[in-house]
């Protein structure tokens, strides 16, 4: 095996290794560097080193070891050639906007993405002159006639929330470079674990590192990841400058976050399948989102493009928000929260918390029906979970 070139680790290894260079004190475990600024041995030293002359540290809004450790790590992960870690996972998305448009550029952004990125779309970022559409995820026609001569990304998750979409990312990524688009993937759901955008031609991966990357719900960051000029340089030319940067302690929350992040999507989807076809079979659900079923409308695009199927599945009551809201009254142990991507399993009716801010109208346009719950499916027992779960259901 070719261990000696640690490019060509496997993803496991490199979750684990990749990027630590261990200091003079021979530290196991990756140190966090908690310095705002760093010191040059002489004036020729740092006026070098603030021309761009020789590389090194300045600043910690620039540069920080523990951060880039993660960033090195993370591009690794999703096969590019750079990372530039964030505040937050809007930082990320913000950060890629102004990196890469300007006042009179287009975005075609699918309909279905995290709801903070849409305000971010259409009443931030509209102000500065960018104008954004929205389509139907897995409407590929719908894409390509949303697309104008000024459009410049095209921006998207897939699977969606909370319903589970999936789009084919190469089909997307070959109609983006056909139109001199890039393909921006916000890639918290799967993380690079079981699903890398990159490989699939899309130009840059986000990440709200809050999620799965972190796994156990403790800090906010995000991170951007593409190539050297579009993140190496635009992106992180704009994080040097604006500053939405992540803390180095958040950074190593994340890094080892990232050393189990395999392990954890897998048992998270391997619950969340056994969920999935308990529920489907259940007298009170209608009808249950998971690209593990068969049922799946892009079933086939899931198993090709994912390694797994992922933690985050929902599904319809037949009773509607009554029957929705006594399921989640009568968990005892599930949390009754809209976040995700954590070691707990919890439980969100979207159509009043997520959603609640949508017309009656644009609900039913999403699918989100009022009878609709979501859960991202955490590391319990699975059949501790299923039982919180059939103590409202059961008794419909
Ligand atoms: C949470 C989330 C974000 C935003 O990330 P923050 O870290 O909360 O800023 C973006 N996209 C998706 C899909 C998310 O779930």
Redesign the pocket.
């Known amino acids: 095996m070719p261990i000696d070139d640690p490019t060509l680790w496997e993803f496991a290894t490199q979750a684990i290794r990749t990027g630590h260079a261990r200091t003079a004190e021979g530290e196991h475990s990756e140190p966090i560097f908690p310095t705002s600024s760093f010191v040059f041995s002489s004036a020729a030293e740092a006026a070098a080193r603030f021309s761009g002359d020789e590389p090194g540290n300045i600043y910690a809004r620039f540069t920080n070891p523990t951060v880039r450790t993660f960033e090195e790590r993370l591009a690794a992960l999703e096969g590019g050639e750079s990372c530039v870690a964030t505040a937050?996972?809007?930082?990320a998305?913000l950060a890629t906007c102004m990196g890469l448009l300007e006042a009179g550029d287009h975005i075609v952004s699918s309909r279905s993405?995290?709801g903070?990125?849409t305000v971010l779309f259409n009443k931030y970022l509209s102000r500065f002159g960018i104008k954004t559409s929205f389509v139907e995820l897995s409407d590929l026609g719908a894409w390509e006639q949303a697309i104008l001569p000024e459009t410049r990304l095209l921006f998207l998750?897939t699977p969606s929330?909370p319903l589970t979409e999936i789009t084919d990312l190469q089909a997307l990524a070959a109609l983006a470079h056909a139109h001199d688009c890039l393909l921006v993937v916000?890639n918290?759901?799967c993380t690079p674990a079981l699903q890398r955008p990159l490989e699939l031609g899309a130009d840059i991966v986000v990440h709200?590192?809050?999620?799965y990357l972190d796994g156990q719900g403790r800090c906010?960051?995000?991170a951007v990841v593409g190539d050297s000029k579009l993140v190496g340089e635009e992106v992180f030319g704009v994080l040097r400058t604006a500053g939405p940067t992540m803390s180095p302690f958040n950074a190593w929350v994340f890094l080892k976050g990232l050393e189990t992040l395999q392990l954890r999507m897998l048992a998270h989807s391997q619950s969340a399948q056994v969920l999935a076809e308990w529920l489907e079979l259940h007298p009170q659900v209608a009808r249950v989102h998971y690209p593990g079923l068969a049922s799946h409308p892009q079933h086939e695009i899931a198993l090709q493009q994912q390694q797994a199927a992922g933690g985050i599945l929902s599904f319809e009551l037949k009773g509607g928000q009554p029957a929705a809201w006594s399921v989640i009254d009568a968990t005892n142990m599930l949390s009754i929260t809209a976040n995700?991507?954590d070691t707990k399993t919890t439980i969100t009716h979207p159509a009043t918390t997520t959603h609640g801010r949508l017309s009656d109208e644009e609900k039913a346009a999403s699918g989100i029906s009022a009878g609709l719950l979501r859960i991202a499916v955490g590391l319990e027992s699975v059949a501790d979970i299923q039982a919180d779960l059939a103590r409202g259901l059961d008794v419909l």
């Open positions: 937050s996972g809007m930082a998305i993405v995290f903070t990125t998750e929330n916000d918290c759901f709200s590192a809050t999620k906010v960051g995000g995700l991507g």
